[in-house]
């Protein structure tokens, strides 16, 4: 029987690690926009990315809470949640569930 399934490799050590850092910075987050600067810099620390927003809707809502920029700030256009390139990610999951979408490419 071989123990390669049972025994996690450094990476995935690491990637437990950085799981546990980022739940534990964002547990101290009261402010959406602290919320998002914390997760972008701890998350910069094993995946690139040139930016990220973060985007709460209202439960049970398509009406945006906050829409706050966590690094990288550009110009957003001023539209409709279902216009949203990310609306597809997030109109194909259920709103009572506590999902995250995630859309963009890697820099």
């Given at each position: ?54 985007l709460v ?24 949640t279902e216009?949203?390139?990310?609306w597809e ?19």
């Open positions: 029987m071989s123990t390669d399934a049972i025994i996690p490799g450094e990476k995935d050590k690491q990637r437990y690690e950085a799981v546990l850092r980022i739940g534990e910075a964002l547990s101290s987050c009261d402010e959406p926009e602290l919320l998002a600067r914390t997760l972008a810099g701890e998350m910069e620390k094993f995946l690139p990315f040139d930016h990220l927003y973060l809707l209202k439960e049970n809502s398509r009406e945006i809470e906050y829409r706050v920029c966590g690094k990288g700030a550009l110009p957003l256009p001023d539209l409709p216009e949203m390139p990310i990610a997030i109109s194909n999951t259920d709103t009572r569930s506590n999902s995250v979408a995630v859309t963009g490419s890697p820099s």
